[in-house]
């Protein structure tokens, strides 16, 4: 029984007290803390009404670290929750080292000035968490997250070697707008419109935004275009992995997002450099957002399934075996649980496991860790019993041979 801070009341951070609140087993304290406390609240009044369970609210600005600091010193929780927007994660994992918490979060830092996500900065941090007897959880949603954990379970379950690996990550949703993102506009843009990349033979191999595509037939969403992008599991996974050979990540897009971030991008309303306008200065990107859909509205609106999951071929026993292990999420069915679209589910829903997990001391190991170098076989049960079942079959798919 364990207190929680978690940080970000935006869908993500929505569906993480939603699920907390569920299980107080585990989670016996939450205190939900953001930017704008009027979120945190009326997140509160919800889980009050589904589950009948109180949490604390807080405002804070997770960019100050003086100001984490005496949040948390005030609740004492036994963790951090992180899911405030990746540019927190620094100051949030300094704190947590000056106030001696454990630290928890689903998307790798990004430094705000540059549109660049690496693990790299975050896993410098190792040595002052082991040092401090603490542990930090590095990307515990579902891209990274449960990714990272299927290739875990495939690694311990299936293979010797994973020779090709390709993640799939399917959002069959649609919810009415001719154009929307279903989280945070700004760091969904920057992901779509950076330059590819993959690895393969031990080296990393770049590709133009969206160069290739391929189409695939998705159980229970149907045939739809996947692109190949850069994802940041991959950064560790490539590391972690037995005998990869070549890893890619692959998502998809439907051709109306495609037509209107083409013309955001030839105006130049996807760019992050700060511009002059009537004697302010503006960020196009964020200008970009404060029009769009708020990803927290979208929920009672979307329809379809998400489907995300993993294809590998590699070795077990000097023979050739292959596998696809995947989710099904449905919009609707999160909505009626978390009052939240199933983008923000698959994400919110393995924070709270990750949190679990470290509470249980099923995973509880000072120092900085990604997600798939812990035992994926008490997280996997997690999945099925908190909302995120997974299908884990021989497969015969080849990507490389599907048409275009
Ligand atoms: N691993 C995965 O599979 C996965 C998938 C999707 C998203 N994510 C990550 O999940 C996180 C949350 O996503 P989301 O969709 O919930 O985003 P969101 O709807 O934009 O919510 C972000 C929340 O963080 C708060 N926030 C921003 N800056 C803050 C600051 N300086 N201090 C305190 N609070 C601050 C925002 O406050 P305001 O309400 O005041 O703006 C908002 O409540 C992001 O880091 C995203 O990259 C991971």
């Excluded at 495939?154 to 293979?159: A, E, I, M, P, R």
């Amino acid at each position: 029984m364990s207190k929680v801070l978690i940080i970000g009341a935006g869908g993500v951070g929505r569906v993480v007290a939603h699920k907390c609140a569920q299980n107080p087993d585990v989670f016996s304290g939450i205190t939900l803390a953001s930017r704008t406390q009027s979120k945190c609240d009326a997140i509160a009044a919800e889980v009050k009404e589904k589950t009948g369970r109180d949490i604390a609210t807080a405002r804070v600005d997770a960019d100050k670290v003086p100001e984490l600091v005496a949040l948390i010193r005030d609740i004492k929780p036994f963790m951090v929750i992180n899911v405030a927007l990746p540019y927190q994660d620094l100051t949030i994992m300094d704190a947590c080292l000056e106030t001696g918490v454990h630290y928890l979060d689903t998307a790798n830092y990004e430094p705000p000035e540059e549109a660049k996500f690496e693990y790299k900065w975050q896993w410098a941090y190792r040595q002052r968490f082991g040092d401090a007897g603490l542990m930090a959880l590095l990307g515990s949603g579902f891209d990274p997250g449960v990714t990272n954990v299927f290739c875990a379970h495939l690694q311990k379950h299936h293979f010797d070697t994973m020779d090709y690996v390709d993640i799939l990550d399917c959002n069959g949703g649609d919810h009415g707008y001719k154009f929307a993102t279903n989280f945070n506009p700004e760091i969904n843009i920057r992901e779509v419109t950076a330059n590819g990349r993959y690895w393969e033979n031990g080296d990393w191999v770049e590709t133009q935004p969206l160069q290739y595509r391929k189409r695939f037939d998705f159980d229970q969403v149907g045939e739809k275009s996947i692109y190949l992008l850069y994802h940041e599991e991959m950064e560790s996974l490539t590391k972690n992995l037995n005998g990869v050979k070549r890893m890619r990540f692959w998502m998809t897009f439907g051709d109306e997002y495609l037509k209107h971030l083409e013309v955001f991008r030839n105006i130049g309303l996807d760019s992050i450099e700060p511009i002059e306008f009537d004697g302010h200065k503006i960020v196009p990107i964020q200008f970009l957002k404060a029009l769009l859909p708020d990803p927290a509205t979208l929920g009672p609106r979307t329809v379809g399934k998400t489907n995300i999951g993993v294809i590998c071929r590699g070795t077990k026993d000097g023979r050739p075996v292959s596998r696809y292990i995947y989710n099904i999420c449905d919009h609707q069915a999160c909505f009626r649980e978390t009052n939240a679209q199933a983008v923000s589910y698959t994400t919110g829903v393995p924070a709270m496991i990750g949190a679990m997990m470290m509470i249980r001391g099923d995973w509880m190991r000072p120092g900085v860790w990604n997600m798939e170098e812990f035992d994926p076989d008490p997280f996997m049960a997690a999945l099925d019993a908190h909302g995120l079942p997974w299908t884990c079959n021989p497969t015969d798919i080849d990507i490389d041979a599907l048409p275009d």
